[in-house]
């Protein structure tokens, strides 16, 4: 049977699902993060998928969002979209140190994924962290200072930017060091799948394919780099999706 259970770790909201015949050992671990407005609860399908399969997963909720949301406005959160995504980064080790100490993790058995913001969360965690054992980027994109600029423009554009030259140079300061478009020598041939509607007006669908053809041609081991566009799907992870995603860390954890 699939437990779902509240598992708040150093102040961060978690969902903790697992197949109760493996709650209190060491397993395959996989940590989702979910996207921009959304909210761990709603990763539920995808966690159980996985859950079934033998993984123990983690859902956080994001700062700003659900059991985190403290009232910001929709535009005040929208400027602190990538706020959230350095702050899923430092958390990401917490929850893994967490893991460790209670003896709930698989020796290099670690799955880091995530829709859309999640997923550019996922793409930074395998610059920044080389424990991440494979990895799922659901529509999310890994050239983050590009992304950023996208939104920035889209921010200028309406008159929202209340942005300091210093606080931007400090932003794409943080952001070159975990964009993983101009740190690819991190991959180490990792496990990576990526999935992306190929009409995606939300996060460009180009993005995430051109990464892909650029660096396919490092990976020796061709299974261990996958690429899913499912035409005309637009910002939404299909339920194909998410079984592409279970089948891969069953694949590549198990």
Not at 32 to 57: C, D, W
Not at 152 to 159: P, T
Request: charged share 25%.
């Amino acid at each position: 049977m699939i437990g779902i259970y509240q598992e708040p770790i150093e102040g961060i909201p978690c969902l903790h699902v697992v197949d109760q015949k493996y709650a209190g050992g060491e397993r395959p671990t996989v940590i989702y993060y979910h996207g921009f407005t959304s909210a761990k609860e709603q990763n539920l399908p995808i966690a159980y998928m996985l859950a079934e399969k033998g993984f123990r997963v983690l859902l956080p909720e994001a700062l700003h969002h659900g059991e985190r949301n403290s009232g910001l406005s929709d535009d005040k959160r929208q400027l602190a979209f990538f706020e959230i995504v350095l702050k899923n980064i430092r958390e990401l080790d917490i929850i893994r140190k967490y893991l460790l100490e209670n003896k709930l993790l698989k020796e290099n058995a670690l799955g880091v994924a995530g829709t859309s913001m999640g997923g550019i969360t996922t793409s930074a965690a395998l610059v920044k962290y080389s424990w991440v054992n494979a990895a799922a980027v659901m529509m999310g994109t890994p050239k983050l200072q590009a992304y950023a600029h996208q939104l920035l423009q889209y921010a200028e554009k309406n008159g929202k930017t209340p942005f300091t030259k210093e606080d931007l140079d400090d932003l794409f300061e943080q952001l070159a060091e975990l964009d993983l478009s101009a740190h690819v020598e991190s991959l180490h041939e990792r496990p990576l799948m990526f999935w992306h509607g190929e009409n995606d007006k939300v996060v460009p669908y180009e993005q995430s394919h051109s990464f892909y053809q650029t660096v396919k041609q490092a990976y020796k081991k061709k299974d261990h780099l996958q690429f899913i566009g499912e035409k005309g799907r637009e910002h939404k992870v299909s339920v194909p999706a998410m079984h592409h995603a279970a089948e891969w860390f069953e694949r590549h954890l198990l």
